[in-house]
C-alpha cells in the first residue's frame, strides 16, 4: 500500500483508455460550444458556473430533493392513487397504522406485523453483523498490516467479494447451503446429520450475517489498513527497543491511534446495515416465514410486490428509516470531525 | 530444494519465528480458502451436468459417465465396468435396465447380450465440462437481451455520470460564485439520502416522467453522485490555476477551457470514477428491481434473481449465468485492483 500515490498519477496507457471513451463525445461537445460561447458572452465568465452546475444540481432536485418531499406528502395521504393529486389527505393515519401495537416487544401484536419484525429482524442483523465485521475487519488489516510475503495478493483475497454483485453473493451461498450443498456434503462425511440451513429460522440468520460479512468485510479491512499503515513506524521501533509485548504494543499504540477510523468504520458499517435488502433477498426471500425480513424489504414489499400496493404506508416507513439514518448519519459527521481534529 | 525451503519460511525481517506469525499465515490460509473457495466451487459446479449437480455427495470436478456409440444402437451408450460371476472385470455398455437386471453388450461384439444384476455394476466417468450450459440459455431465454440490457444501462449510465459530475466540479473547483457554499452542502446532503428511503417518490417522478420499464428508469436517478463530485473537484483543485488563466488570455471560452484543458488533465480522476460507476451500474439491484416490471427491460441482475425463483430445479443454468455474471467484474478486479483499493481507501465509498 506504500507505494500507492494517493490519487493514482496520470499515465498515458490509461488516459488512451479513458480518451477512447472520450471519443463518441468530441463532436457533440464540440458543437455545445457555440451556444455556450454565446450564453458566456450574455452573463459574463463568472456566471458560467452555474451552468456547468446546471444538469448535476438539476439530476439531484428531480431525483433526491422533490422524492424527499413527496415523500412526507405519499406519508400523511391514503388511498391506492400513485399521484399526489388522486390522494386524501390523512395526516398522521399512516404513522398511527405503523405504530399501531399491543406490545412494542412482540411483533404479532402489531397491526403491522411485518414491520416490525423487519425492526426486529434489521436490529439483530445490524447488531451481530457489525460487531463480528469489525472484529474481524480489524483483525484481518492488523495481519495485513504484519511484515508478511505476498501481501498485495493476500489483501486482493480479503477484498474481491466487496465487487460481486449481490445477487452473485447470495447464488454462490445458496448454491452450498443447500440440502445437498458442499457443506452438507462435508458435515454427512464427517458423519453428521445434514442440516436445512435456510429453512431452520435461527440458522437462516446465522447465515444471512456471514454471507453479509463475508461480501463486504474487505472495505471495511481497506479503511482499517489504511489507517494502520498511517501510524508512525518509529513508534513501533521505539517500542521494539524497548522489548515491548506485542499485545502490548497493540493495546497502547496501534489501537488508539487507529480509534478515528474504527469509529468512521462502525459507523458506516451501521448506516449500510440498516438498509441491508439485496443478499438477504436473494439468499432467503425474508424466509423462513418472516425470520430475515428487514425493514427495507418491508419497503419493498409494500410499495411494488404486495397484491394491494401501499405506497402511503411504505412513505411512512421510509420516513422512519430515514429518521433513523440521519441520526447516524449525525453521529459520523462528529466522528469524522474529531478525526480531523486528531 | 533448499533454497525452495528457506524461501518459504523466510521472513522480510530476520529473527524468530514469534508465534504471531504462526497464527498469522494460518489466518490467511484459512481466508483463501474461505474467500476464494465459494467463488471456485460455482464455477466448478457451473461446468457439471444436470445429472451432475444432482448427486451427493457431489463430486469435486465436473464429472460425468463415459458413453460409446455401438453399432446397432442410435443412441449412444453408458459404459459400466461389471464384476461377472467368475469375479472377473470387464467394460460394458448398458442397453437397457429391466428391474434389478442391466441387459448389457460388449462394444467390440455387440451381438452378444448379457444380463448383469444392477448391483454388480459401476459407471466408468471421466472429466467432461458441460458446456452447454452456458450455450443454451443463450438461445433459450432471453438471457442475450438481459446482458444487453446490462451494458447498455452501464455504459450510458457512466458517460453521463462521467460528464454532468465532472461538470459541477469544474464550476465548484475553478470558480468563486456566490451560492457555493450552498451548492456544497447540497450536494453533502444528498450523500445522506439514499435510494431505500426514497423508493415510492423516485418511482412517481419515473412515471410521470413516462420512463417506468425503460431503462432510462434505471439510468438517470443515480447518474448524479456525490461520491463523483467530491471526487473530481478535490483532484481539480490541485490543477495548475496558470493553465486556465493563460487560456482565458489567449481567448478560449470556458466551455472550451472545461473540455479541452481540465478534462484532460483530470483523465486519472475520471478513471477511478468511471471504475466506480461500472461496478455501482453492473451490480445495482434495489431500484432496477423495483421499476422493471416485464422481462425484456431487465438487466442482468434482475434476470438472474428472476431465474432463481422460476428455474429452482435448473442449477446447471443458474449457476453458469452466475458465473458470467460475475466475470466482467472479475476481470476489471484483475487488471485494475491497485486502482480500485486505493480509490476506495482515498474517499472511504463504494
Not at chain 2, 449465468?321 to 474517499?347: D, E, H, S, Y
Amino acid at each position: 500500500m506504500a507505494s500507492d500515490a494517493p490519487i493514482p498519477a496520470a499515465q498515458p496507457e490509461r488516459a488512451g483508455a479513458a480518451s477512447l471513451l472520450a471519443a463518441p463525445l468530441a463532436l457533440p461537445m464540440r458543437l455545445i460550444d457555440w451556444p455556450m460561447q454565446g450564453l458566456q458572452r450574455l452573463i459574463g465568465e463568472r456566471r458560467m458556473a452555474y451552468v456547468f452546475l446546471l444538469p448535476n444540481l438539476g439530476f439531484f432536485s428531480l431525483f433526491v430533493f422533490l422524492p424527499l418531499v413527496i415523500n412526507f406528502i405519499f406519508s400523511v395521504t391514503g388511498g391506492a392513487g400513485l399521484f399526489p393529486s388522486e390522494r386524501p389527505y390523512v395526516g398522521a393515519q399512516q404513522y398511527a397504522y405503523l405504530f399501531d401495537c399491543g406490545s412494542f416487544l412482540d411483533a404479532s401484536s402489531c397491526r403491522e406485523d411485518h414491520f416490525w419484525r423487519g425492526v426486529a429482524n434489521t436490529a439483530r442483523f445490524t447488531i451481530f453483523q457489525v460487531t463480528a465485521m469489525v472484529l474481524f475487519s480489524l483483525l484481518t488489516a492488523v495481519v495485513l498490516n504484519m511484515k508478511i510475503r505476498a501481501r498485495g495478493f493476500f489483501r486482493a483475497v480479503y477484498f474481491f467479494p466487496v465487487l460481486l454483485s449481490p445477487v452473485v453473493v447470495a447464488l454462490t451461498w445458496k448454491w452450498i447451503l443447500q440440502r445437498d450443498g458442499l457443506l452438507n456434503a462435508a458435515i454427512t462425511s464427517l458423519g453428521g446429520e445434514r442440516i436445512l440451513f435456510l429453512v431452520d429460522p435461527s440458522w437462516a440468520m446465522f447465515w444471512v450475517v456471514f454471507v453479509s460479512i463475508w461480501a463486504h468485510m474487505g472495505f471495511y479491512t481497506l479503511i482499517l489498513l489504511a489507517g494502520l499503515q498511517a501510524i508512525p513506524a518509529d513508534l513501533y521501533e521505539a517500542a521494539e527497543m524497548d522489548a515491548t509485548p506485542r499485545w502490548r504494543v497493540f493495546w497502547r499504540i496501534t489501537l488508539p491511534l487507529l480509534w478515528p477510523n474504527m469509529i468512521v468504520v462502525i459507523v458506516l458499517a451501521l448506516i449500510r446495515g440498516v438498509q441491508t435488502f439485496d443478499e438477504v433477498f436473494v439468499l432467503t426471500g425474508g424466509g423462513p416465514g418472516t425470520a430475515t425480513l428487514m425493514v427495507v424489504h418491508y419497503i419493498y414489499e409494500t410499495a411494488f410486490a404486495n397484491q394491494v400496493q401501499n405506497f402511503g404506508l411504505a412513505a411512512a416507513a421510509s420516513v422512519v428509516l430515514g429518521v433513523v439514518l440521519f441520526a447516524l448519519t449525525l453521529l459520523q459527521l462528529a466522528a469524522s470531525r474529531r478525526k480531523g481534529a486528531a | 530444494m533448499n533454497r525452495l525451503a528457506r524461501m518459504a519460511t523466510a521472513r522480510r525481517s530476520p529473527g524468530r519465528w514469534h508465534w504471531t506469525d504462526v497464527a498469522a499465515y494460518a489466518y490467511l490460509a484459512l481466508g483463501v480458502v474461505l474467500m476464494f473457495g465459494p467463488v471456485l466451487w460455482l464455477g466448478l459446479s457451473s461446468f457439471k451436468t444436470q445429472a451432475g449437480l444432482l448427486e451427493f455427495p457431489p463430486s469435486l470436478l465436473p464429472m460425468s459417465q463415459k458413453e460409446v456409440r455401438v453399432e446397432g444402437h442410435a443412441q449412444p451408450l453408458p459404459l459400466f465396468e461389471v464384476t461377472l460371476e467368475d469375479g472377473s472385470k470387464r467394460v460394458l455398455a448398458q442397453v437397457r435396465r429391466i428391474g434389478i437386471q442391466a441387459q448389457m453388450v460388449d462394444p467390440a461384439n455387440p451381438g452378444q447380450s448379457i444380463r448383469v444384476p444392477i448391483d454388480r455394476r459401476t459407471a466408468v466417468r471421466e472429466f467432461k465440462l458441460a458446456t452447454e450450459n452456458y450455450t443454451e440459455p443463450l438461445e433459450r431465454f432471453a438471457f442475450m437481451r438481459f446482458l444487453w440490457n446490462s451494458v447498455f444501462v452501464t455504459a450510458v449510465a457512466t458517460l453521463i455520470t462521467l460528464v454532468i459530475n465532472s461538470m459541477a466540479a469544474y464550476a465548484l473547483s475553478i470558480y468563486e460564485f456566490r451560492g457555493k457554499t450552498a451548492v456544497m452542502l447540497m450536494v453533502i446532503g444528498t450523500l445522506m439520502i439514499p435510494i431505500t428511503i426514497i423508493l415510492v417518490p423516485v418511482y412517481l417522478v419515473i412515471t410521470k416522467l413516462g420512463l417506468v420499464n425503460s431503462l432510462w428508469a434505471v439510468i438517470l436517478p443515480g447518474a448524479a453522485t456525490p461520491t463523483g463530485v467530491f471526487l473530481l473537484r478535490q483532484y481539480m483543485l490541485t490543477l495548475p490555476r496558470d493553465l486556465i488563466e493563460a487560456a482565458r488570455m489567449d481567448k478560449a471560452s470556458e466551455w472550451q477551457i472545461y473540455w479541452r484543458i481540465v478534462m484532460p488533465l483530470a483523465m486519472p480522476a475520471l478513471a477511478v470514477l468511471a471504475i466506480f460507476s461500472i461496478m455501482w451500474r453492473w451490480n445495482e439491484f434495489l431500484w432496477p428491481l423495483a421499476v422493471l416490471t416485464k422481462t425484456e427491460s431487465y438487466t442482468l441482475q434482475i434476470g438472474l434473481n428472476a431465474f432463481q425463483g422460476e428455474l429452482q430445479t435448473q442449477w446447471h443454468y443458474l449457476l453458469a449465468m452466475t458465473v458470467v455474471t460475475l466475470l466482467p467484474v472479475a476481470l476489471v478486479f484483475v487488471f485494475l485492483q491497485r486502482f480500485i483499493t486505493t480509490g476506495i481507501a482515498n474517499t472511504g465509498m463504494k
